[in-house]
């Protein structure tokens, strides 16, 4: 079992930068991929990025490839989400989720979730 909570959403301006974080509580953190994921008002839940257990390898979508990057610390139980560069069309719910997969994309390979944190954009 995994715990998971976000941290660090708020209201930027459009070109600004915000870092999110994920704490996890539980055993075994470094065994997972941790993805994180985004879901905007009257749209589907969208695959953001993910790092494998080890930190080694990560992967992104194409909309925020070169803007975001995605990192974690397995000895302080963290993943964090650096977002640069930010547009008002990454506006949304982001989540943070943990996968027994090495690495996956597809939000039901992931099997714990955390409850979101809100970003904004202005434009």
């Known amino acids: 079992q995994v715990q998971l909570v976000e941290s660090g959403g708020g209201l930027v301006q459009t070109g600004g930068s915000l870092k999110l974080s994920c704490a996890a509580s539980?055993?075994?953190?470094?065994?997972?991929?941790m993805g994180w994921f985004r879901q905007a008002p009257g749209k589907e839940r969208e695959w953001v990025g993910a790092v494998s257990g080890t930190g080694y390898n990560t992967y992104y979508a194409d909309s925020v490839q070169g803007r975001f990057a995605i990192s974690r610390d397995n000895a302080k139980n963290t993943v964090v989400l650096q977002m640069n560069s930010l547009k008002p069309e990454d506006t949304a719910v982001y989540y943070c989720a943990a996968s027994n997969s090495y690495i996956a994309s597809v939000a039901t390979d992931y099997a714990y979730w955390g409850h979101g944190t809100q970003v904004t954009v202005s434009s």
């Open positions: 539980g055993r075994a953190f470094g065994s997972y991929a």
